[in-house]
């Protein structure tokens, strides 16, 4: 069964920084692309930033802040994210698409790691 673990959430000012990793597991062959959404509260589930091959993008109002890259040995993605605002407050999801795995080809989710930047 394939499995997406999520860490390095937390509590940080303002400012600040955190790095994010996701590791998957699970009998998988392959992974096509690995992202990195959040959902505030009373918003919807936004994707902030995805990495298919070396391929990356970005939604524009964390270019430059974060940066999301891939292990695959690891099949593991991070996200660095520096200069933190309050408003990037959020529960922080990754997802994985196109996985080839013993049970076919999917897209799986993390279970969410909180994010809550103070002021």
């Known amino acids: 069964q394939v499995q997406l673990v999520e860490s390095g959430g937390g509590l940080v000012q303002a400012g600040g920084s955190l790095r994010l990793s996701c590791a998957a597991s699970?009998?998988?062959?392959?992974?096509?692309?690995m992202g990195w959404h959040r959902q505030a509260p009373g918003k919807q589930r936004e994707l902030l930033a995805s990495v298919t091959g070396t391929n990356t993008n970005y939604k524009d109002s964390v270019k430059g802040r974060f940066t999301i890259s891939r292990d695959n040995a690891k099949k593991t993605v991070y996200l660095q994210m520096n200069s933190l605002k309050p408003e990037d407050t959020a529960v922080y999801y990754c997802n994985a698409a196109g996985v080839r795995s013993t049970n076919g080809l999917s897209t799986y989710w993390g279970q969410g790691t909180q994010v809550t930047v103070s002021s």
């Open positions: 699970g009998s998988i062959f392959s992974i096509n692309a």
